[in-house]
Each structure stands twice: as C-alpha cells, then as structure tokens.
C-alpha cells in the first residue's frame, strides 16, 4: 500500500522447497507448496521474465521489458532449469509420482540429508517397496554428529530400508535399459 511494487520472476510461482520431497511421494501436498506470485502479491505487479540487465534506474528483462525503480531488492536464488509455470511444476511432481508409484525398488544414491529424507518418505508412504540407499561415506548425514546419524540409520533400517555405506554406484552399469547396478564394492542391486 506503500510503493508500487512489481516482482520479476523467470517462473510465476514460488515453491516452499523444503517441502519437495514430500511433493514427489504425494503430488497434492505440492498443491500447497507451490504457490502462485500472484495469489500472495495482490497490490503489486508480476513480470514472469528474467532481469537480463540492471543500471542505477532500470531493469530489463528478456523479454524486452524496461521497468524504473527508486529502490532494488535483489534475491538471485539459485540457477536451476525450473518449469516457468505453476501447473508445468506441479506435473513434474505427478510424474515423479508416477515413477515411484509403479516402481517395486528404488535406488537413491547419497546418504546427505535429501537422500535420507527422500528414502524415509518413500518407506512411509509405500512400505511394500523395496528402497536402497547407497552412501560413500561411513556414516548416513555425516555433517551431523554421530549420535543422529546413528538415529536416522536406525529409523530408517527399521522401515526396511537397505542402507549401504562406504560405497558408491556405477550408474553407466545399467545402460540398456539394464535395472541392475553394480557398487564400488561389487554388489549389484535391482532398481526400478
């Protein structure tokens, strides 16, 4: 109510990245964490293009946009290839979705904590899978200390989740279609 405002966003949305993982296992809870600038910004304006250039009055976007300014705010992110549409970004997550559901084993590679979370939610959600985790160093989330590694190993064994440290996988020995990857230390494992 205080400034004319405008946002310029490459996307036309926001998304509470927190809460993507648990987006992939169940696609409505993204319906929440994917929101539109529009449905927040109500007095204010939304350019859905990159800022391309930036001088002392003006940004300009790749479309071609010129828009003056008193004051800049400048929240760069991160440079990820992100949907430009809200529904664009929603249907990638039903197609994870759609991965895991008609999986019957899935391989995550990396014991960080992406890995572990995305390994938990998949447990819960779908006991019935088999879920294996593969992770080169000695211990799950090792920038955490021993005691909640040991914890978030626990858990997640007694979900039936197969964990496997010090090791890491040759993704280029299931070309072909092949669903059978082999490890550092010679084991293969089926994944979907």
Same mark, same amino acid.
């Given at each position: 109510?205080?400034?004319?405002?405008?946002?310029?966003?490459?996307?036309?949305?926001?998304?509470?990245? +927190?809460?993507?993982?648990?987006?992939?296992?169940?696609?409505?809870?993204?319906?929440?964490?994917?929101?539109?600038?529009?449905?927040?910004?109500?007095?204010?304006?939304?350019?859905?293009?990159?800022?391309?250039?930036?001088?002392?009055?003006?940004?300009?976007?790749?479309?071609?946009?010129?828009?003056?300014?008193?004051?800049?705010?400048?929240?760069?992110?991160?440079?990820?290839?992100?949907?430009?549409?809200?529904?664009?970004?929603?249907?990638?997550?039903?197609?994870?979705?759609?991965?895991?559901?008609?999986?019957?084993?899935?391989?995550?590679?990396?014991?960080?904590?992406?890995?572990?979370?995305?390994?938990?939610?998949?447990?819960?959600?779908?006991?019935?899978?088999?879920?294996?985790?593969?992770?080169?160093?000695?211990?799950?989330?090792?920038?955490?200390?021993?005691?909640?590694?040991?914890?978030?190993?626990? +858990?997640?064994?007694?979900?039936?989740?197969?964990?496997?440290?010090?090791?890491?996988?040759?993704?280029?020995?299931?070309?072909?279609?092949?669903?059978?990857?082999?490890?550092?230390?010679?084991?293969?494992?089926?994944?979907?």
């Amino acid at each position: 109510a205080d400034a004319d405002v405008t946002l310029i966003d490459q996307k036309e949305y926001f998304e509470i990245t +927190w809460a993507s993982l648990r987006s992939m296992v169940e696609p409505s809870f993204a319906e929440r964490t994917v929101i539109n600038h529009r449905n927040y910004l109500k007095i204010g304006r939304v350019v859905t293009s990159p800022a391309v250039n930036i001088t002392e009055s003006d940004v300009t976007t790749k479309d071609g946009a010129v828009i003056g300014y008193d004051y800049l705010v400048i929240a760069t992110g991160h440079n990820d290839l992100f949907p430009k549409t809200r529904q664009e970004k929603l249907s990638q997550y039903q197609a994870e979705y759609e991965k895991i559901i008609s999986s019957q084993s899935v391989l995550i590679i990396g014991g960080g904590p992406s890995g572990v979370e995305l390994a938990a939610e998949i447990a819960v959600d779908f006991p019935e899978k088999k879920v294996t985790l593969v992770h080169k160093g000695p211990r799950l989330l090792e920038f955490v200390g021993e005691k909640a590694a040991d914890k978030a190993f626990d +858990w997640l064994e007694s979900k039936k989740v197969e964990v496997v440290l010090n090791q890491s996988v040759d993704l280029s020995s299931a070309s072909d279609g092949n669903k059978t990857y082999r490890t550092s230390g010679g084991e293969t494992i089926h994944a979907d």
